[in-house]
């Protein structure tokens, strides 16, 4: 079974800090990556996904992400992180799965908190 | 203006009671999705639809059910037999670049 972790489950920046949300999956074959956002009050959305192509993908908000298919990992990362970046990241997996279906897993999730 | 609604945004139960959650789409969406998150655990997949009148149970299926009588429309029923339905609730429809749409979530508080 396919299965998505997240290492570090609460990171604490100050402003201007670079960036760095661990992301691993097993899952031998193709995968879609995704990373997702939760600002507090607000909906997850999407931050960025990767399908194929380019390994480096770039989402909104500066952020970005590098698939590294030997290590099974979608890190993200961003350069300089600003106290509107506090939110909560799901990092996301979408595979095969029985039956002919897609599934996508989700990580635990990082809670970031920025301090100003 | 398209998007997931979900309706309560709370909801309080008594143990031992059935309770629906609503969840409508105008995305057209073929796909949807319920998950249910807790803190320090994620989502975790409930039931999914591929398409109508179809679905398939996800990692954490009992105690759930669901229909998908119409395209826009996925309800799940929290049963009795759910042995912890305290959560919050998140339903999501998904497009054809598998990207996902999350609505705004009902928190279940069962008492």
């Known amino acids: 079974a396919q299965s998505v972790s997240q290492h570090n489950h609460h990171v604490i920046l100050s402003e201007a800090a670079s960036l760095e949300l661990g992301c691993n999956y097993s899952y031998g074959g193709t995968v879609n990556l995704f990373w997702y956002v939760q600002y507090p009050g607000q909906h997850l959305q999407l931050l960025l996904k990767?399908?194929?192509?380019?390994?480096l993908v770039k989402g909104i908000k500066g952020f970005e992400a590098e698939f590294i298919k030997s290590k099974f990992s979608f890190n993200l990362r961003k350069p300089s992180v600003q106290w509107s970046d506090t939110a909560e990241y799901f990092c996301?997996?979408?595979?095969?799965?029985?039956?002919?279906?897609?599934?996508?897993?989700f990580g635990t999730g990082t809670k970031l908190q920025v301090i100003p | 203006d398209g998007g997931i609604t979900q309706s309560p945004k709370y909801l309080f139960r008594k143990e031992g009671q059935n309770v629906t959650l609503s969840c409508e789409q105008n995305l057209n969406h073929d796909a949807m999705y319920w998950y249910r998150q807790d803190p320090g655990q994620g989502l975790r997949l409930i039931y999914y639809?591929?398409?109508?009148?179809?679905?398939q149970k996800g990692d954490i299926a009992e105690g759930y059910s669901v229909s998908r009588e119409k395209k826009e429309s996925f309800p799940l029923t929290v049963t009795s037999a759910q042995k912890n339905p305290t959560a919050f609730y998140l339903c999501?429809?998904?497009?054809?670049?598998?990207?996902?749409?999350f609505g705004p979530g009902t928190r279940l508080t069962v008492t």
């Open positions: 639809s591929q398409i109508v009148n179809d679905f």
């Open positions: 996301a997996v979408n595979a095969p799965w029985a039956g002919g279906y897609q599934k996508v897993t």
């Open positions: 999501a429809s998904r497009d054809s670049a598998y990207e996902q749409y």
């Open positions: 990767y399908f194929s192509g380019d390994p």
